[in-house]
C-alpha cells in the first residue's frame, strides 16, 4: 500500500507542468452546463459570475499548495464558462419567426449562397420587409429554400419572393441535435420555402455598412467560385469550389453521399485540415524563399518571418471561405501556433491548443455543443499526444540513399498510419453518437486520399485561387482538379464496398461527456497512469443502448414512422425524408423509404393511412392541415386503431382509440417518440427535452 501510494503520488508530482492544460476543459464544462439547462437564466446570473471569477483568481496570491491553487484556476474557469455563454447569448439575441402556414412576400438583400439543404439552393437573405411584421419582430438573417431549378441571383442583388416563412427547425426527434440553437446563434431568425423564383428589384435604401461589406466580398466569393465550377466543369468543379470558397451549391448530390460513406465528408467543409493545409504551405514556401536568397537569409529571422505569411495566408482563407465557424475556429487554431513561433515558442503543443481552446469557447461558447468543435480538438489534442510519445530515431551521419530512402518510406508510413488511426480512434465516439454512422474502410480512405489533398489538391486550390483574378489561374486549377477526381474514385471504391457503413445508435445522454473527459485525461495525463481514462474514452462503445420507440411523429405531424423489428416503416415517404432517416439511424434502424413497403402494412391515399393486418402498431394518420376530416372518414380512421394522428388542429368529440394527437398537441410538444406500455403509450416529446430557452418555442424571458 504504502509502494502503491508512494507511485501514485509520484505520477501526480509529474503532472506540475501539465495542469494548466485542464483550464479549457474546465471553461468548457461551464459553458456545457448552461447549454444544459432547461430553463434559461437571468442575465444578472452571469453579470454576478464575473466578480466571483475575479475573485477566485486574485485568491491564488494567498493560496496554499498547488492542489489549492489548482482547484481556484479550474473553478474560476468553470464559473466563468458559464457566465460567458449567458453573456453570448444575450448578445447574439435577435427576433425570431412566428409559426405560420401563410405565404408572405418578403424584400430583403441576398447576402450569400447558403449551403444547400434536402429541399435545395438556399439563399441567405437580411429581410428589409416580410408582409405586415412590424420591424422588432422581422428577423435579421432569414435561409429560404429555393423550387428545384431556380436560378440563383447574385450576393448583394436586392430580391422579392413569396414564401412559407416559419421559425428554425426544432430536433427531428427527442434528443437530437438542435439545428434551431445553431441558427441562434447565427442570427438567422426565420426558414423560408419559396414558392415563385426571387424577383431582382431596386433597393429602397443602401444597406448599412458593414452588411454592404460582407455581400461585396461574398459577391466576390460567389464570382470565384463560378469560375472555377466553369474551368473544371461541374464534376471536379464543386468540390474545388467548396473547398476554397465555402460555396456548396455546385457539389452533385452523389459525391456528397460517396464521400459520407467513405469517411471522407471532412474535406468538403472548411476547417483545421484546409487551415492547416493552406497555412502549412504558405509557410513552407516563404521559408524556402527566404532561405534560396542568401542576401535576405543573413538579415530576417527566415523561419519568423514565415509565420507572419502563414498567418495571413490564414487570414486571407478565412475571408475567402466566408468564415464559418469551424473555419474561424481553425484560424485561431492555426494563428495560435504562428503566434508561438514569432515567441519563440513550440508552435504544436498541448500547452498552445490550450490556448486555442480557450480563445475558441471565450469568442463562441456555442462551439462546446457543435459536433466540429468537438471532433477537431479531440483528434487534434490525440494526435499532439501521439507526437509526445512518439520515438525519434537517432539520426546516421553518413548513410548510403539506397538504405536511407526506404528507411524514410517504412517510418512515414507508419506515421500516417498511427495519425489515421488514432485520429479516427478520436473521432469515432462523436461520429458514432452524432451521426450514428462508422465508415468500415474511412482508415484506408484517408490514408489515401492525405497525401492528395496535402501535396496536390490544396496547394493547386490555394496558387489558382490566388492567380484566378490575373488570368494564371488554370494550370494550377487543372492539377487541383485532377487530385479531386482520383479522390471521388477513392471514395467511390470505400463507398461501395462490402460493409462500407455501419449504423450505431446513439447512447443515453451521460456518455458522450464521459467519452470526451476519458480521452481527455489519455491525452492530457502524462505517464501510464493515462490509461486509467481508456475505459471511460471507450464508454460509446460498452454503454447499454435505450429500447428503440415504436413510433416516430414528425414536429408539425406531416410525417410517420413506425419499428418493425430493427426496421423503420416510412407512412410518407417523400415527406420529410431527412428527418426520418435521422431518427432511424439514431435508434439503429433500417428506414425503408419506399411505398411497396408501406402499402404491405398500410392502406394509404395522398391524406391519410389506415393500418392493415400485417402493421406493427395499429395506427391511423391524416395528413390534411387547414380542413376537418368527412364524418365517415374520421370513423373508419378512429375504429381500427390504437393511435390516431391527425395533423390539423380539430380534435375530434369521440374517438375509440386510445391516443388521440392532433396539431395543437405537435404545435405544444415538437417531434414524438411513442412506447408501448401495457395497454398504453409513454410519449417523449421533443420540447420537454429542449426546456426553454431562447432558441426554443414559446420562450418567454419573464
Known amino acids: 500500500m504504502r509502494r502503491a501510494g508512494a507511485w501514485l503520488a509520484e505520477q501526480a508530482d509529474a503532472q506540475t507542468d501539465r495542469w494548466t492544460l485542464w483550464t479549457p476543459v474546465a471553461l468548457g464544462c461551464g459553458c456545457a452546463a448552461y447549454f444544459g439547462l432547461m430553463r434559461e437564466p437571468q442575465a444578472w446570473v452571469a453579470w454576478a459570475l464575473l466578480p466571483v471569477v475575479l475573485g477566485l483568481l486574485v485568491a491564488t496570491r494567498w493560496s496554499v499548495g498547488r492542489v489549492m491553487t489548482m482547484a481556484l484556476v479550474l473553478s474560476a474557469c468553470a464559473a466563468g464558462g458559464f457566465a460567458v455563454a449567458k453573456l453570448r447569448a444575450e448578445a447574439v439575441k435577435a427576433p425570431i419567426a412566428q409559426a405560420g402556414a401563410r ?15 434536402e429541399g435545395g439552393q438556399r439563399l441567405l437573405l437580411a429581410p428589409v420587409r416580410v408582409g405586415d411584421w412590424d420591424a422588432r419582430a422581422t428577423p435579421i438573417r432569414m435561409r429560404v429554400t429555393l423550387r428545384p431549378g431556380t436560378p440563383l441571383p447574385r450576393p448583394g442583388e436586392t430580391v422579392r419572393v413569396l414564401a412559407i416563412v416559419n421559425p428554425p427547425p426544432p430536433p427531428a426527434s427527442p434528443g437530437s441535435y438542435d439545428f434551431a440553437r445553431d441558427a441562434y446563434f447565427e442570427s438567422v431568425g426565420a426558414v423560408g420555402l419559396a414558392l415563385r423564383p426571387p424577383e431582382v428589384v431596386a433597393a429602397e435604401a443602401p444597406a448599412p455598412w458593414r452588411l454592404r461589406l460582407a455581400m461585396r466580398v461574398n459577391a466576390l466569393r460567389w464570382s470565384l467560385t463560378e ?7 461541374p464534376e471536379t468543379g464543386g468540390l474545388a ?44 514556401a516563404a521559408r524556402l524563399g527566404v532561405a534560396a536568397w542568401p542576401w535576405l537569409a543573413l538579415r530576417i529571422n527566415g523561419k519568423k518571418a514565415a509565420a507572419i505569411v502563414g498567418l495571413a495566408a490564414v487570414g486571407g482563407y478565412l475571408v475567402l471561405s466566408g468564415a464559418p465557424p469551424p473555419a474561424e475556429r481553425a484560424a485561431i487554431t492555426a494563428a495560435v501556433a504562428f503566434a508561438a513561433i514569432l515567441a519563440d515558442r513550440q508552435a504544436i503543443s498541448l500547452h498552445a491548443l490550450a490556448l486555442a481552446a480557450m480563445g475558441v469557447l471565450l469568442l463562441q461558447p456555442e462551439a462546446v455543443t457543435e459536433p466540429g468543435f468537438q471532433m477537431s480538438f479531440a483528434a487534434t489534442a490525440a494526435l499532439v499526444a501521439l507526437a509526445e510519445i512518439w520515438p525519434r530515431p537517432v539520426k546516421e551521419i553518413e548513410v548510403p540513399w539506397w538504405i536511407r530512402w526506404p528507411q524514410a518510406a517504412v517510418t512515414w508510413t507508419l506515421a500516417s498510419l498511427a495519425v489515421s488511426f488514432v485520429a479516427g480512434l478520436a473521432t469515432g465516439p462523436f461520429a458514432i453518437q452524432h451521426f450514428n454512422r462508422v465508415s468500415t474502410w474511412g482508415l484506408f480512405a484517408n490514408l489515401a486520399v492525405a497525401p492528395i489533398s496535402s501535396f496536390l489538391m490544396m496547394p493547386g486550390l490555394a496558387l489558382g485561387a490566388a492567380l484566378t483574378p490575373f488570368g ?3 494550370a494550377p486549377l487543372e492539377v487541383a482538379g485532377w487530385s479531386i477526381g482520383l479522390m471521388n474514385r477513392v471514395a467511390e471504391m470505400a463507398a461501395t464496398a462490402p460493409s462500407a457503413q455501419i449504423v450505431v445508435p446513439s447512447a443515453p445522454d451521460w456518455v458522450l461527456p464521459a467519452s470526451f473527459l476519458g480521452l481527455l485525461f489519455v491525452c492530457l495525463w502524462k505517464g501510464p497512469l493515462r490509461w486509467a481514462g481508456l475505459p471511460l474514452a471507450l464508454a460509446i462503445l460498452w454503454a447499454p443502448r435505450p429500447p428503440a420507440p415504436d413510433v416516430w411523429l414528425a414536429a408539425d405531424g406531416a410525417a410517420v414512422a413506425v419499428r418493425e423489428g430493427d426496421k423503420a416503416v ?9 428527418g426520418a432517416e435521422l431518427w432511424a439511424r439514431r435508434r439503429g434502424l433500417t428506414p425503408l423509404p419506399s411505398e411497396p413497403e408501406r402499402d404491405a402494412r398500410f392502406a394509404c391515399d395522398r391524406w391519410s393511412c389506415l393500418p392493415g393486418e400485417a402493421a406493427p402498431v ?15 372518414r374520421l370513423d373508419a380512421l378512429c375504429a381500427g386503431a390504437d393511435v390516431v394522428i391527425l395533423r390539423n388542429a380539430f380534435r375530434p368529440e ?9 396539431g395543437v398537441d405537435f404545435a405544444a410538444g415538437g417531434s414524438a417518440e411513442l412506447y408501448r406500455q401495457g395497454d398504453g403509450w409513454r410519449i417523449v416529446w421533443a420540447q420537454d427535452r429542449r426546456g426553454r430557452r431562447p432558441w426554443t418555442w414559446g420562450y418567454d424571458p419573464r
Open 103 to 117: 405565404p408572405q412576400p418578403v424584400q430583403a438583400w441576398v447576402v450569400d449562397i447558403a449551403q444547400p439543404g
Open 227 to 233: 469560375r472555377i465550377v466553369a474551368a473544371l466543369g
Open 241 to 284: 469550389a467548396a473547398m476554397t470558397t465555402g460555396h456548396e451549391a455546385f457539389i452533385p448530390k452523389e459525391q456528397v453521399e460517396n464521400l459520407r460513406a467513405a469517411g471522407l465528408a471532412h474535406i468538403i467543409s472548411i476547417s483545421g485540415l484546409h487551415m492547416a493545409i493552406v497555412g502549412g504551405f504558405a509557410f513552407a
Open 472 to 474: 494564371l489561374g488554370k
Open 570 to 578: 416510412l407512412l410518407r415517404p417523400d415527406v420529410k425524408l431527412f
Open 618 to 632: 395499429r395506427l391511423a394518420a391524416a395528413w390534411n392541415l387547414r380542413r376537418p376530416l368527412k364524418a365517415g
Open 654 to 662: 369521440s374517438c375509440a382509440a386510445s391516443l388521440v394527437l392532433t
